[in-house]
């Protein structure tokens, strides 16, 4: 008897674990390991501070492939049988396919150590340059590298301390350069107020946990597939009105573009939101 409700319990957990998993959308971004010139040991800590800001920001399911290779081998990895009909789905393991890579490669990672006047340490600092650029995995293609460099750091009691101090003062910048190459995208959930088959207010879902504010607008678009390629026609421009939740907002519809949003909208049309980057 015990046995049979310990297997209850475990089918129930994994079917809990599938449908979560297919609730969830988000892009699925792989980060690897950053390469170094200088042979420090504090180079993973510039790569988990990378990690930690996509995970933070809770619009990415990340993947750390900081122990593999870099893209060659993620898309050897893809052709495994592990991802056959997996659609990124499976997330138990590292088994999940990323559709974009971050790599990098850092410049200089100096760590000081700062001494008395008998000689003894009293602390460190540090401070951190690099490069990093975005590969679409599928195509092999990337962005062109981007150059950070973080302020030195205050004096730390650790140099692990000091590193991440120093990776601390590029959090802002990094967030932007995320934002700005990662545009979000929501999907249209329903129409909450029409009126004679013109939508007036939509709900989209995007919201306060990705960074939407009052006020942002969003490209709404319909999605055809022909011939195997996407072809995305323009339906109007919407603005965000209102944040329900943490993953929602209520969105304005002009007059003019309400009907159009209504009529795809009803005929189960695939319909797109992506944020207009100011």
Avoid at 210 to 231: A, M, P, S, T, Y
Wanted: charged share 30%; hydrophobic share 40%; net charge neutral.
């Amino acid at each position: 008897m015990r046995f049979v409700i310990i297997t209850i319990i475990m089918t129930a957990c994994i079917f809990k674990g599938y449908a979560q998993s297919n609730d969830d959308d988000r892009q699925v971004v792989g980060v690897a390991e950053f390469s170094c010139k200088e042979n420090s040991p504090y180079t993973g800590l510039v790569t988990e501070k990378v990690v930690e800001m996509l995970t933070n920001s809770k619009r990415f399911r990340v993947v750390d492939r900081t122990s593999r290779e870099k893209i060659t081998q993620e898309l050897e990895l893809q052709k495994s049988e592990a991802f056959i009909d997996s659609d990124n789905l499976v997330e138990q393991d590292v088994a999940v396919a990323a559709e974009k890579m971050i790599t990098g490669e850092i410049v200089k990672i100096p760590v000081y150590r700062m001494k008395n006047g008998d000689g003894t340490i009293r602390g460190y600092k540090a401070s951190v340059a690099f490069q990093m650029k975005i590969v679409d995995v599928a195509t092999g293609l990337s962005t062109e590298a981007t150059s950070f460099e973080g302020k030195a750091s205050d004096e730390c009691l650790s140099p692990e301390s000091a590193v991440t101090m120093a990776m601390m003062s590029l959090q802002d910048r990094m967030a932007e350069y995320f934002r700005i190459n990662f545009p979000i995208t929501a999907k249209l959930m329903k129409i909450v107020k029409e009126k004679n088959g013109v939508a007036e207010i939509i709900l989209i879902k995007a919201g306060k946990k990705h960074g939407i504010k009052v006020g942002d607008k969003f490209n709404v678009e319909v999605l055809e597939i022909l011939d195997g390629e996407i072809l995305p026609t323009t339906l109007g421009i919407v603005t965000v009105t209102a944040l329900k939740g943490e993953a929602y907002s209520e969105c304005k519809v002009s007059k003019k573009e309400g009907k159009a949003i209504y009529e795809n909208f009803n005929a189960n049309k695939q319909i797109k939101c992506f944020l207009i980057i100011k």
